[in-house]
């Protein structure tokens, strides 16, 4: 298969680009800054720079964008928005590193992670961003999308177990009431689903087991 991952500068993104490459995916990275990924093929482009033509012709396309200072949140909606657009109408899928704060916590979906009495003040306006993000993706019926969250605990440098738990959209625990995942195992979750396509315009989440 052939796949691009944008954004691809992060952590996350480099785990995806490892686990893809080494299944034997073709991966073009397209990141801002200069190569620092393990990519064998790498286009320095800015995502809200990147064209229909550049996706043109992939299987999938990976957005692994993130922003965290109170300037740039806003960007979770317009880069999602950007890549949207220059997919609608294609057969080219769009898997988004999501994130957990949107996850519900009744079977109602009346109430999200974010919204808990512990939930870090700190991560709220992040929180609010990518679900504000995540809720305008819903409405775009134009575009194959998947929306995966990880779970609550994300760990960059956790082990690669192998094994993860694929839920839906509400916040689960694994057997020992967890809700944790290493960078690793999600983006082994991340390439199941672009092998799989079995989630087209839905969100799911993962957790280890």
């Not at 680009?17 to 093929?41: H, L, P, S, W, Y």
């Amino acid at each position: 298969m052939k796949i691009a991952v944008v954004a691809a500068n992060g952590r996350v993104a480099g785990k995806v680009i490892t686990e893809a490459q080494n299944r034997g995916f073709e991966v073009t990275a397209f990141g801002r800054r200069e190569n620092n990924t393990d990519a064998k093929n790498y286009i320095q482009k800015d995502l809200f720079d990147l064209t229909a033509e550049d996706l043109k012709g992939f299987d999938a396309v990976v957005d692994a964008f993130g922003a965290w200072t109170e300037d740039t949140l806003g960007q979770h909606s317009t880069s999602l928005a950007h890549l949207c657009d220059i997919l609608s109408g294609t057969d080219t899928r769009l898997i988004v590193v999501g994130g957990a704060g949107s996850l519900y916590v009744n079977p109602e979906h009346a109430a999200c992670v974010a919204e808990g009495p512990d939930f870090p003040d700190a991560f709220k306006p992040l929180a609010a961003a990518m679900g504000k993000a995540l809720g305008e993706l819903r409405e775009r019926k134009d575009v194959k999308w998947t929306y995966i969250s990880p779970a609550g605990d994300f760990q960059a440098d956790g082990e690669r177990s192998g094994k993860y738990i694929l839920a839906g959209e509400e916040l689960t625990l694994n057997s020992k009431g967890e809700s944790i995942i290493s960078y690793a195992d999600y983006a082994i979750a991340v390439v199941d689903e672009i092998e799989k396509g079995n989630h087209i315009q839905q969100r799911i989440s993962v957790v280890r087991e």
